[in-house]
């Protein structure tokens, strides 16, 4: 059993900063990635980011350019997503996920547990 809470999400404008935190507990020891997705208005759920909880090389989605950077500390079992150069179109509830799976993936299907997610929302 492993649980996992977001937080960090709120609304910002267009050009601001923003860093989200999952807090993860439980049965974490065997989890190998951690990710982040995320779920515009009306739009399927789309990759952000994933990371092993070792550390190591990121994975990202195609959209976040250089935006946006994955971390996690094993350590504290947390993993955060610092998005900058925000955006209206990164509006959407993200999500962190984990997973038993190596290597890490970057479909819905490559994860088990799943947060509840946090709003971010960018004016214009």
């Known amino acids: 059993q492993v649980s996992l809470v977001e937080s960090g999400g709120r609304l910002v404008q267009a050009g601001d900063s923003l860093r989200l935190s999952c807090a993860a507990s439980?049965?974490?020891?065997?989890?190998?990635?951690v990710a982040w997705f995320r779920q515009g208005q009306g739009k399927e759920s789309e990759f952000v980011a994933a990371?092993?909880?070792?550390?190591?090389?990121?994975l990202y989605g195609d959209f976040v350019k250089g935006r946006f950077t994955i971390t996690a500390d094993n350590t504290k079992n947390t993993a955060d997503l610092q998005m900058n150069g925000l955006k209206p179109e990164d509006s959407a509830v993200y999500y962190c996920?984990?997973?038993?799976?190596?290597?890490?993936?970057?479909?819905?299907?490559?994860?088990?547990?799943w947060g509840q997610g946090t709003q971010v929302t960018v004016s214009s």
């Open positions: 996920a984990t997973t038993y799976d190596v290597p890490i993936g970057s479909h819905l299907s490559d994860y088990q547990y």
């Open positions: 439980g049965h974490t020891s065997n989890m190998f990635g």
């Open positions: 990371i092993p909880w070792i550390g190591g090389n990121a």
